[in-house]
């Protein structure tokens, strides 16, 4: 059983206190600092004291998680109450489903996706549009996925709309702009 000091060393170390510091307040030792190191380590590994500093850690750690979830939450909800407020100018509740949107992880970074777009083939850039879609569009009812598209995953070469126009994948090298479309005549 611990006594009061190892209990109170123990909270100090738990509580990210270095142990030689935490030996020095609860022992009040005046001895040498070597001395008071080694002690202050022989205590930390004491079977009596090691379980309680990591309870004590282990606390410490879930009250953060605790924290942050709480302050996480109530940001979530002054966004939502923001962007569902009529009396807002409508800039600042679109800001407020942006922060939404990206806190949620409905957008992506910038940066995210360029990498995406750089790394990933046509396919697979097809593929995850093709889940977002499906995922944020269900509730809109606006879009039946399995009619927008019919694709070679490995090249995205041809696109099938609903009523059965096709656009080529023609951009090469040079023309990476995902607006550029193919013709047949340069004029159009």
Not at 11 to 39: C, F, H, I, W
Not at 163 to 169: F, K, R
Request: hydrophobic share 30%; charged share 30%.
């Amino acid at each position: 059983m611990p006594t009061k000091k190892q209990k109170d060393f123990a909270q100090l170390v738990g509580d990210g206190s270095q142990p030689v510091d935490a030996y020095r307040k609860v022992y009040d030792s005046s001895g040498s600092p070597n001395t008071q190191r080694v002690e202050a380590s022989r205590l930390k590994s004491n079977p009596n004291v090691a379980p309680l500093i990591e309870a004590r850690e282990a606390e410490n750690v879930r009250n953060t998680a605790r924290g942050a979830r709480s302050r996480a939450a109530w940001v979530i909800q002054r966004l939502e109450s923001e962007a569902s407020d009529p009396e807002n100018p409508p800039g600042v509740r679109v800001r407020a489903l942006d922060t939404l949107g990206k806190a949620s992880g409905i957008f992506d970074a910038q940066a995210d996706r360029e990498v995406k777009r750089k790394t990933a083939t046509p396919g697979e850039l097809l593929a995850e549009l093709t889940a977002r879609l499906q995922e944020h569009s269900v509730s809109l009812g606006a879009i039946d996925i399995d009619s927008v598209t019919e694709v070679n995953s490995e090249t995205a070469e041809t696109i099938t709309y609903p009523g059965g126009q096709e656009l080529e994948d023609c951009s090469d090298a040079e023309n990476t702009e995902p607006e550029s479309f193919c013709s047949d005549d340069e004029n159009t």
